[in-house]
């Protein structure tokens, strides 16, 4: 007898259909896995009779199994598999009676008992299974908030394999899990640690706040103790919410990567990622045997915080560089190439020579000029390029401390970023792709900025006096934009250019950075 149902496999983010295919006959308990398994699908012939027997669902007879995962030239990995092919082994095996298995999706890993286990990846799955037009999609019920806000298919959480089966019989009522994404997204306004508590530091504090506000990539140099961090930390507090659409995004990344970052399974704060500095290329890129999003996509929408900049592999911090460019990340394998996307704010921190004190009012440097030109090379030209707003951090007296106040609160800042960020989704309607003034393309800079000859004649001369990039001139515009938002001008102004270039002078080759 045949049997078939449906299920899904990942590729990148998103997840193509695999149909299950089951046929038996009597037989000598033969079985048979084929369709390009990976070795924790081929384990399914070990897990699933196991799991029968103690679900007593075994059947009475001794069948021949044979299994086939259609298309046959895709790899299909995981053992997401082990649900399905239950469940089309009991239809073939006529011990489900339900002959409309067709309608269904099924994603889940069987425990020995019977169980059914958490999945990977089951959002962009019941949102593929949504597009073909499946009528309901069962899951392990670890995931069945994650796959109930795709709209359109019903989601139905199970504990045990017993439990599928009562219900494709008719023989057990399970009610569709249902979740509205958009309330929640709207209810969760949580923001962290808040700038209230910085005390001085307004400089760094405006730079943050223009940086957030047009979604520019911010590195602040300092010595040790002098804030950044702290500083840095506060950022959750004034970004702006995710959209529904960007949750649902988000969500779906973190989905396939197997990471749960809230109790309901999807994300509905802006991602604050903050890896050690011991990671590893692939863990910032993502990749690995079974390619899964890493750092930079885990970051998407939101955060990328690289603490003790320097630190980093030098083979780490150069990869940023596609991604920092062209917000997206392909991990190309023999089998295929994954796509991730990877639009996130960088934000980095570090010291500005290995003892940490160059430049310090305070303390003595005990550093050579070799070995600070020797930390310095540690981050390159081309990725300090990429990096729109480049600050000192000063150290704070300690003995003014106690005597200072602390600055606005972060709710007093995420106010005027929320302002900007209005200006700026009025201004780039209609412009695909284009969120922030970080996103605006360079042919589009001119009209955007709206800059008058002079002041068009002055950036130039500036930008040539700093021996600046052509990417670093985009970059200043973008900024100045941003700058000018906050500031409310439909036009950037001359004050606006300047405030945006003194951001730059670190790259400058009069200003040789870090000393």
Do not use: W
């Amino acid at each position: 007898m045949l049997a078939k149902c449906y299920s899904g496999a990942l590729n990148g983010v998103d997840a193509m259909t695999v149909e299950i295919e089951v046929f038996s006959s009597l037989g000598t308990n033969q079985f048979a896995i084929v369709g390009l398994p990976d070795q924790a699908v081929k384990e399914a012939k070990d897990r699933i009779p196991r799991a029968l027997r103690s679900s007593a669902l075994a059947p009475r007879k001794e069948y021949d199994i044979t299994v086939n995962l259609a298309p046959a030239d895709v790899k299909k990995e995981g053992p997401i598999y082990d649900l399905p092919i239950a469940v089309c082994l009991l239809r073939a095996t006529s011990v489900i009676k339900n002959e409309h298995l067709e309608e269904y999706a099924f994603v889940g890993e069987l425990a020995l008992s019977g169980e059914v286990r958490r999945a990977r990846g089951v959002l962009p799955i019941a949102m593929e299974m949504r597009r073909i037009g499946r009528r309901a999609i069962i899951v392990p019920v670890e995931n069945a908030s994650e796959a109930s806000v795709v709209q359109g298919i019903d989601v139905i959480p199970v504990h045990t394999l017993q439990e599928v089966v009562l219900y494709l019989n008719g023989e057990r009522d399970i009610e569709p899990c249902q979740t509205d994404l958009a309330e929640i997204v709207a209810s969760d306004r949580e923001g962290g640690d808040d700038f209230a508590d910085v005390k001085g530091q307004q400089s760094a504090r405006d730079a943050i706040e223009i940086a957030v506000a047009g979604g520019h990539n911010l590195l602040m140099i300092g010595s040790p103790g002098s804030g950044k961090t702290m500083l840095a930390r506060r950022i959750p507090s004034i970004l702006p919410p995710l959209t529904t659409e960007e949750a649902l995004e988000v969500s779906r990344i973190h989905s396939v990567a197997g990471a749960a970052k809230c109790s309901g399974g999807f994300v509905t704060r802006r991602p604050f990622r903050a890896p050690h500095h011991t990671v590893s290329s692939i863990g910032l890129l993502g990749g690995g045997t079974h390619p899964v999003p890493g750092e930079v996509s885990l970051a998407h929408r939101g955060v990328l915080f690289l603490d003790e900049f320097a630190e980093f592999p030098r083979t780490a911090l150069e990869v940023l560089r596609q991604p920092l460019e062209d917000g997206h990340v392909v991990v190309s394998r023999a089998a295929a190439a994954y796509d991730f996307p990877s639009k996130f704010m960088l934000v980095a921190a570090m010291n500005p020579c290995p003892c940490g004190y160059s430049g310090d009012p305070n303390r003595a440097c005990r550093c050579s000029n070799t070995m600070i030109l020797k930390y310095q090379s540690r981050i390159s030209g081309p990725l300090l390029d990429r990096i729109d707003i480049q600050l000192e951090v000063p150290p704070v007296p300690a003995k003014e401390l106690p005597r200072m106040k602390g600055g606005e609160s972060s709710a007093l800042i995420r106010e005027r970023v929320l302002a900007a960020r209005a200006r700026q989704k009025e201004r780039y309607r209609g412009m695909r792709g284009v969120v922030t003034n970080a996103d605006v393309k360079s042919r589009d800079l001119v009209d955007v900025c709206r800059l008058s000859p002079s002041n068009v004649d002055m950036l130039v001369r500036s930008i040539e006096r700093l021996n600046l990039s052509a990417r670093a001139y985009d970059k200043v515009l973008r900024v100045a934009r941003t700058i000018a938002d906050l500031d409310s001008c439909d036009a950037v102004e001359e004050r606006h250019l300047f405030s945006a270039l003194n951001y730059r002078k670190l790259d400058s080759e009069e200003n040789t950075p870090f000393v």
